[in-house]
């Protein structure tokens, strides 16, 4: 299994662009979630999904949009870029099974916005 | 809403002492806990969790930690930490009401001196 990929590892945008940060799982999870890890702060949620076709806000959702229409993926999409957004950018996965509720994280993508 | 303070922002050791950093929550209700590592450059791992049973539960590597409900607290412990420890540590909790989503605490920068 290769786990949560996300792509890209790196991008730089500039205010007011737009871009999709892609992450996909092939575990069979259910649940997928958005973080953004930025210094002092820890990760904090943006949007997550219970399963296909659900989603919800998290902590931070303003500027981000978020799908789901498979199983597998769960695309970010930044609607018009802004320097508050420069982050590092965390997908996770996760089951119910056994109810253990362990995330799995992907390796992360690194954005600035100037 | 549930929340996760992490007091130690950074701690620095030398190779053979003993560790300890501290992580208390908030939430009155039943909750999951964990604590995760951030090697640099990397993305997080899952060093130990705690969902019910014995309060002391132990991870990866000889990290150990203990859940003490009448403190709110997850400290995270091992006994001789090695250079190889130097990374960032989150704790998280995760509440029965909250869809299986994690809050994280601030972190704790580990720097370990040979």
């Known amino acids: 299994n290769a786990g949560v990929t996300q792509t890209p590892k790196f991008q730089v945008l500039k205010t007011g662009q737009s871009m999709t940060l892609q992450c996909a799982q092939d575990m069979n999870h259910e649940y997928m979630s958005w973080y953004r890890q930025d210094p002092g702060m820890g990760l904090r949620l943006i949007h997550y999904s219970v399963g296909a076709g659900i989603t919800d806000q998290g902590e931070v959702p303003n500027g981000y949009n978020v799908s789901r229409s498979t199983t597998e993926d769960f695309p970010l999409r930044l609607l018009s870029a802004a320097p508050s957004q420069t982050s590092v950018y965390f997908c996770?996965?996760?089951?119910?099974?056994?109810?253990?509720?362990?995330?799995?994280f992907g390796p992360g993508t690194r954005l600035t916005v100037t | 809403a549930q929340s996760v303070s992490q007091h130690n922002h950074h701690v620095i050791l030398s190779e053979a002492a003993s560790l300890e950093l501290g992580c208390n929550y908030s939430y009155g209700g039943t909750v999951n806990l964990f604590w995760y590592v951030q090697y640099p450059g990397q993305h997080l791992q899952l060093l130990l969790k705690?969902?019910?049973?014995?309060?002391l539960v132990k991870g990866i590597k000889g990290f150990e930690a203990e859940f003490i409900k009448s403190k709110f607290s997850f400290n995270l412990r091992k006994p001789s930490v090695q250079w190889s420890d130097t990374a960032e540590y989150f704790c998280?909790?995760?509440?029965?009401?909250?869809?299986?989503?994690?809050?994280f605490g601030s972190g704790t920068q580990l720097t370990v001196l040979p």
């Open positions: 996770a996965s996760s089951s119910d099974v056994r109810g253990l509720y362990e995330q799995y």
């Open positions: 705690y969902f019910s049973g014995d309060p």
């Open positions: 998280a909790v995760m509440s029965s009401g909250s869809a299986r989503q994690l809050t």
